[in-house]
């Protein structure tokens, strides 16, 4: 059986991420007097803007809650910090948003950073037949509003079907942020290497959410939690996957939970080891290097 690290430094020559450390040297992008990277972080953020409420049915109130909060005031937040500790980040978008509010998503994209997909009204329910039609519609949607095609995709709900990654296949997308069951990006068992990859997430210990809406954690305790994990990570497995929510109730968008992110993000970008980048540059670093990342 496999050995798993836990908090143990890999001996050198079991870092993933040494390919990855040659080609930033080679374009320029790590000095050469830099540690070798040994950890590689991605930042998420799942705008669930009033997509959320409208898909429960909490209309017309949901307009002026907790996704409206998103909007108004969490996404200036979180782009606002973003830029401060220059990290690129993955923002995953409702199709029911993007339609709605356009402008802010544009603004994501101005910052730099990726839009991704993450259904239409967050659907936290099985769609049946449905399913193929609604992916389709919130890619269609994000390429008509922002002029983007989007490559990436995560469950709103940690919901899969078998139409769900033939559907995303078919729509050209190259990798689902949806699973929950590796600590590193892997290769799906059955791909003959069709250019799609798995990049799981951590909804656990790397996501806001369960610390705030079921948790009631105090924004520091949550803060400490995502250090201590992203030290045994960056220490073993060499990938961390934080997810965050700029909306009110269970994210990240108000005052002192944005500034336990802040102080978390400082915390990683000091670490001269990391290197921060979005789901898509993570992909297509994988993609090409598909021997790496393939399942046992």
């Known amino acids: 059986m496999?050995?798993?690290?836990?908090?143990?430094?890999?001996?050198?020559?079991?870092?993933?991420?040494?390919t990855l450390d040659r080609e930033l040297r080679d374009q320029g992008l790590r000095a050469p007097d830099a540690p070798p990277v040994r950890a590689v972080v991605c930042v998420t953020v799942h705008v669930d803007g009033p997509a959320v409420e409208v898909g429960r049915k909490q209309f017309p109130a949901g307009l002026h809650t907790a996704g409206r909060y998103a909007i108004r005031r969490g996404v200036p937040r979180h782009l606002e910090i973003l830029a401060r500790h220059a990290m690129p980040a993955t923002f995953f978008a409702c199709g029911y948003d993007v339609e709605h509010y356009p402008e802010t998503f544009r603004a994501i994209l101005a910052a730099g950073h990726e839009i991704a997909a993450h259904g239409y009204l967050h659907e936290a329910?099985?769609?049946?037949?449905?399913?193929?039609?609604?992916?389709e519609k919130t890619h269609t949607l994000i390429q008509q509003q922002l002029g983007v095609t989007p490559v990436g995709w995560c469950s709103p709900s940690g919901r899969k079907s078998h139409r769900t990654l033939p559907a995303l296949r078919r729509l050209g997308y190259c990798y689902d942020a949806s699973e929950k069951d590796r600590d590193r990006p892997y290769l799906p068992a059955d791909a003959a290497d069709d250019g799609f990859v798995m990049l799981p997430n951590?909804?656990?210990?790397?996501?806001?959410?369960?610390?705030?809406f079921t948790g009631h954690s105090l924004a520091a305790e949550a803060c400490d939690n995502w250090i201590e994990e992203f030290e045994a990570l960056r220490q073993a497995e060499g990938y961390i996957h934080l997810t965050v929510h700029p909306k009110a109730a269970g994210g990240s968008g108000t005052p002192a939970r944005a500034a336990a992110m802040d102080r978390f993000l400082a915390h990683v970008a000091a670490q001269a080891d990391v290197h921060c980048m979005t789901l898509e540059a993570l992909a297509r670093h994988c993609l090409a290097h598909p021997d790496a990342w393939r399942t046992e």
């Open 125 to 135: 329910w099985d769609l049946g037949e449905d399913e193929s039609a609604l992916l």
């Open 2 to 18: 496999q050995a798993i690290p836990y908090g143990v430094p890999l001996d050198a020559a079991a870092n993933p991420w040494l």
């Open 202 to 212: 951590n909804t656990v210990s790397l996501d806001d959410y369960p610390f705030y």
